[in-house]
């Protein structure tokens, strides 16, 4: 068995005392599709841009956020939660400490790294 890859440091992602990670996003609803887009915020406070396919509209997006973190990082969607933000553009997901262990943390950095397409 392999050991758990260790949490990257970005500064949209925080481990919790009891193993979870809270990751930070800046949502952008009503996009053409559902991809990150680099990082939002001023140093110090920044999130993960995302632009998200689906309507704030219902919880529709928060659905999409919840379930594309999870495929993401490859773990199931029960994992992952909405912790602060239902209805605002700032949210903050939280990944449980068991599933946090496994996840593919790779996509995030590779995510924070890009600006996506021009516009």
Known sequence: MTSPAPLP????????KNGDVLVDVHVVPNAARTQAAGLHGETGRQALRLRLQAPPVDGKANQALVKWLAGSLGVPQQAVTLARGETSRRKQLRVSAAAAGRAAWDV???AAGEDGPPG
Do not use: G, P
């Open 9 to 16: 440091e970005l500064a949209f992602l925080r481990m919790e």
């Open 108 to 110: 995030l950095v590779k």
